[in-house]
């Protein structure tokens, strides 16, 4: 059995005390593969260390890209510095970049401006972009409907928190749908109902860690291993085998990044 983390952020410095371990025990969970997110200041070393964890460790990838929270912070030195950072071998993604009209950490007007910036730096790079949204779903789908249209576009809709109608809007523009543990938690029937309507070949999961710990482990530190736990409660929702889940999740993003592994 094999499975990949989609997303995750072991660069954090909530890992640093016990990187080493989280990587072994992912790994002896049958997680194979893990794909860790740069968020932070762009004009920092957040971005870099992304990158330097990724390039420590056989099968784990980086992405880079300014999280909505910190569209305040963009500029063209960052942009720059990410540019850089982006053609690196083990950076295969652009993200997470996106709109958050929840915490409103950056204007709404910065937030569009830049969301659309970064889309265009993934066109020119021809990378694949990863995409944050939290209420915003009808601007996200309109700006990415107007942004996404080159050939040989790809994305992944991370930590899907949309409606239904939201991922079949997204599905055809050439999206991925990832579901974290928050799916597992009891009030989240929205999110199993958006679930029921991505196929399955459509269909990514992640930890999002250390956040969104699914269930029987809610409250404590997410990690990669966990990842085991939403997928099982995906394959029982699907009404699949756990193994044929892992299978496909793994088959999925490993097409769409055009990677294999040892």
């Known amino acids: ?95 997470e970049i996106g709109l958050d009209f929840y915490y409103d950490h950056s204007p709404r007007d910065v937030q569009r401006d830049i969301f659309r910036r970064q889309i265009r730096n993934a066109r020119d790079l021809e990378l694949p972009i990863i995409i944050h ?14 942004e996404c249209s080159w050939d040989g576009f790809r994305g992944i809709m991370h930590c899907f928190g949309g409606t239904a109608e939201m991922a079949l809007d997204l599905m055809p523009l050439g999206f991925l749908i990832s579901f974290a543990g928050n799916v597992t938690f ?3 029937e929205n999110l199993r109902e958006a679930a029921r309507v991505v196929p399955i070949e459509k269909l990514l999961v992640e930890t999002d860690c250390p956040f969104l ?18 997928a099982q409660f995906l394959a029982d929702l699907y009404g699949v085998e756990f193994e044929d889940l892992a299978r496909q999740t793994t088959q999925n993003f490993l097409h769409f990044f055009d990677l294999k592994f040892n």
Do not use: Q
């Not at 949204?133 to 107007?146: C, G, M, N, Q, Y």
């Open 1 to 95: 059995m094999t499975l990949i983390d989609s997303h995750c952020h072991i660069d954090g410095a909530v890992f640093d005390d016990d990187r080493d371990e989280v990587v072994a025990r992912a790994r002896e969970a049958g997680v194979s593969v893990m794909l860790t997110i740069g968020t932070g200041d762009p004009h920092s070393d957040d971005f870099r260390k992304a990158v330097a964890v990724a390039e420590s460790y056989e099968n784990v990838y980086a992405s880079v890209g300014v999280h909505p929270h910190d569209a305040k912070l963009y500029d063209d030195e960052a942009e720059n510095h990410l540019l850089e950072l982006a053609k690196l071998e083990k950076v295969i993604a652009w993200g």
């Open 133 to 146: 949204s939290r209420d915003a779903d009808d601007e996200t789908v309109e700006i990415l409907t107007e």
């Open 186 to 188: 009891k009030k989240a």
């Open 213 to 230: 710990t699914p269930e029987p482990f809610r409250g404590k530190r997410n990690e990669p291993a966990l990842v085991v736990h939403t």
